[in-house]
């Protein structure tokens, strides 16, 4: 799996949101040498959620844990709205879909910032 964040204006206008704390530049590059990959901590941080998961099922687990990455470091205001907008999506697929979706962001994003509560990446993308 590779993570890698993008630069742009969507970019620049999350780093602003959140005070200018991330980098804008690439994962590999973020916080210079001796800084693990974004793509290996996710992968680490997701292991709840991945287990065993085969190569479709890998994907979408891998984007909801990058979607639960990226919520965790907002604040709590922008954090909530961005979990209700998806709720509200996943919502199309069923109610009982949407509950069990929400309990894993909240897992998620409790064990983000239990785990690696000074890390304030952004990941943008997510590919095989």
């Not at 990959?37 to 984007?63: C, H, N, P, Y």
């Not at 604040?75 to 909530?80: E, F, I, K, Y």
């Not at 994003?109 to 304030?120: G, I, N």
């Amino acid at each position: 799996m590779s993570v890698r964040t993008e630069r742009g204006p969507a970019r620049e206008a999350m780093a602003a949101r959140v005070g200018g704390q991330h980098s804008t530049e690439g994962v590999h590059s973020a916080g210079g040498a001796g800084v693990r990959k974004l793509s290996e901590v996710i992968l680490e941080f997701a292991r709840s959620v991945m287990g065993d998961a085969a190569a479709g099922t890998f994907q979408g687990a891998a984007r909801v844990a990058i979607v639960a990455w990226n919520l965790a470091n907002l604040p709590a205001d922008l954090r909530r709205a961005g979990k209700a907008d998806l709720l509200r999506t996943a919502r199309r697929f069923g109610s009982a879909y949407a509950r069990q979706l929400g309990r894993v962001m909240d897992e998620l994003v409790e064990r983000k910032q239990r785990l690696y509560p000074d890390d304030a990446r952004i990941a943008a993308t997510v590919s095989a």
